[in-house]
Structures are given as structure tokens and as C-alpha cells.
């Protein structure tokens, strides 16, 4: 299922075991997959189910890429089917262990706002800022959902803006601005009769809607292999053949950026990076039954790569690093 699918065409216990089944035949991508079966669990109703996957993932023996993102799912989730002293059992852990990633401060921070813990839920929010922001004049864009979260938080609460909340409305990019869409009198215009009343409250809505759509769902990829310098080495070493498909690491980088701008100019949405391994695409040749050195399997390999959730997003974002793992932003690397 792609997941640009309209969700009223959406068998999500169907999705869910069919990410299961992936996870099976992929191990090494079994925490995304798994999370992604859960999240389609929970779209389901079937709240237990999702929290049975939660806890394989915790107390599988390989070693998760983000145990605090998984935790903190598994929070979330449980005060949605009534198991709060769990539930808040979890978060007060997270913040215990103060993770160095955003993601799992978001969910935490909007499951109490979720259940009207509004003053805990800013609490939550501003750790998470002092944590992860630093002095740079331009905050990491993973850090962005902390401060748009407080922003709406405090405008719940009536507090006036700070100096992160106008940092927020700076980084906010919406036609709509975050007043707008935090504005807790928003809600009065939906019982109005006045047909321009709601006219802007649709617009606002949309707005808001169209920024968590771009952010959490975004369509499939059209991604381009990228092979990391001892990687393309190793290739390159096993399968000569495919010299004249790679003639140097650094023609390669330069033809994936080329590829990918001709693309954003011709009009094509939605653009990214999947990163190769030689044992993984010589398993993807073996289950194709076809030699790794036919080049018309890179491209299929590199569309399997995207739809098991490894695709990064091209460009990257204003201040992010590059694409190809250089060290450097993108604007002073391959952006320049």
C-alpha cells in the first residue's frame, strides 16, 4: 500500500500483517516495519495488539535504533485504551532518561496534552527544548514539532509568547500562522451561522491539516541509490562489470545530485536517497534471481529500499545535513 492511500481504502489489519510478514523477510528493517504495523493497529482499534508489537520490539534481542521512540509509542498508546498509571509510569522514565532525540518528547508531550495535562505537557515541551536546542540560529528541523507544540501549548494556556514562541512562528511556513491555527477561540466559529466564519475556519483547518499530512505522510518516493564510498569499493571490487555504471565515487555523487535537480525541475514530487549495502543488494539479486552485475536491478533495488522505509527525503532541509554523509550541511556541500 503506498502511503499516499486515502484511508477510507484502507485495510489496516490487513496492512498490519502484511508489515509483519515484511519484518519476517527483512530483519534488519523490522523496527520500522513493526512500527508502522502498530501504528496500523491502532487505526484499527485494536489497541492491544498494537502494544503487543511494542513490547516484541522492546524485548527483542536485537538492538533497537530508538527504544525511546518505541516507549514512548507504547505510552501513547496505552492511555488510549485506559491503562494511564502505565502509561504515565513510561513517560516519567523518558524524562528520567532524557533521550537525545525529539520524536519520542513529542509523543509524550502530546499524549498529556491529549488528556488535558496541558501545564505537565508544556513542562514536557520546554525539557525537551533545553535539551536539544542549541545556540545555532537555526534549530535542526527535527527539532521544529518541540517548538510549534509549545508554541500551541502555552497559546492554550494563555501565556504570552517567549522567545522560543517566536522562534516557532519564524520557522512556521503555513499561509495560516501558528496564532491562528493555536487560537483556542477557534473552535466558537464552527457554531457559527455566519457562512464567512466558517469559510476561514475551513481554510485554517486545511492549512493545518495539509502541514501534518506533509510531515507524517508523505507520498511514496521516487529514490535514487546512493552507495556510500567503501560500499561502491566493495561493489565495484566484486563486480568489475559495473566499473562502467560507477567510474568513481565522486562522479557518483555528483550524478545522483544532477539526477535528483533534473527531476525537482521537471516537476517531480516527493524525491529520495536510499542508501545501499553489497550483502544487502547481492540478497535482493539472489531472491530476483538475477546477477548483481545486471544494471537494470539498481533501480529495482533501490525502489525495495524505499518501500521498507529507508528512503530520506531530497533536498534536505534549511540547516540539515547532506545527503551524501560528508559531515557538512547541505548548503555547503552538494546545495552549493
Not at 518505541?70 to 533521550?99: C, D, F, M, Q
Not at 562502467?244 to 555528483?254: F, R
Request: proline share 8%.
Amino acid at each position: 500500500m503506498r502511503p499516499d492511500t486515502p484511508a477510507e481504502n484502507v485495510d489496516h489489519t490487513a496492512e498490519a500483517a502484511r508489515l509483519e510478514r515484511t519484518a519476517g523477510l527483512y530483519p534488519e528493517d523490522a523496527e520500522v516495519l513493526l512500527l508502522r504495523a502498530a501504528a496500523h493497529l491502532e487505526l484499527s482499534g485494536d489497541r492491544p495488539a498494537a502494544t503487543t508489537l511494542y513490547d516484541r520490539l522492546l524485548s527483542s534481542g536485537e538492538g533497537l535504533d530508538n527504544p525511546a521512540l518505541v516507549r514512548a509509542l507504547k505510552a501513547s498508546n496505552l492511555w488510549e485504551y485506559g491503562h494511564e498509571a502505565e502509561a504515565r509510569a513510561i513517560i516519567e522514565g523518558l524524562r528520567t532518561s532524557a533521550p537525545r532525540d525529539p520524536a519520542p518528547w513529542v509523543i509524550i508531550a502530546e499524549a498529556l496534552e491529549a488528556h488535558d495535562e496541558l501545564e505537565a505537557a508544556e513542562e514536557t515541551f520546554s525539557e525537551a527544548a533545553r535539551l536539544l536546542l542549541t545556540d545555532s540560529a537555526e534549530p535542526a528541523p527535527s527539532t521544529h514539532p518541540l517548538l510549534y507544540g509549545r508554541h500551541r501549548v502555552r497559546r492554550m494556556r494563555g501565556l504570552p509568547h517567549d522567545d522560543w514562541d517566536a522562534l516557532a512562528d519564524t520557522l512556521h511556513t503555513s499561509p495560516v500562522s501558528l496564532d491562528e491555527l493555536h487560537d483556542p477561540k477557534r473552535v466558537w466559529s464552527l457554531g457559527s451561522d455566519n457562512p464567512a466564519e466558517l469559510a476561514a475556519e475551513i481554510s485554517r483547518l486545511r492549512a493545518e491539516l495539509g502541514a501534518y499530512r506533509e510531515a507524517l505522510s508523505r507520498p511514496f518516493p521516487v529514490a535514487v541509490l546512493h552507495w556510500p564510498a567503501p560500499e561502491l569499493t566493495e561493489l565495484v571490487s566484486a563486480y568489475p562489470a559495473l566499473s562502467t555504471e560507477y567510474p568513481s565515487h565522486s562522479e557518483h555523487l555528483a550524478t545522483i545530485e544532477s539526477a535528483l535537480r533534473e527531476l525537482g525541475a521537471s516537476g517531480t514530487p516527493n524525491l529520495g536517497i536510499v542508501t545501499g549495502t553489497v550483502p544487502s543488494y547481492e540478497a535482493f539479486a539472489a531472491s530476483e534471481a538475477t546477477p548483481p552485475t545486471d544494471t537494470t536491478l539498481l533501480p529495482q533495488y533501490a525502489t525495495t529500499l524505499a518501500a521498507r522505509g529507508r528512503a530520506i527525503a531530497w533536498p534536505p532541509q534549511r540547516g540539515a545535513e547532506c545527503w551524501c554523509g560528508a559531515g557538512q550541511t547541505y548548503a555547503e556541500c552538494h546545495g552549493v
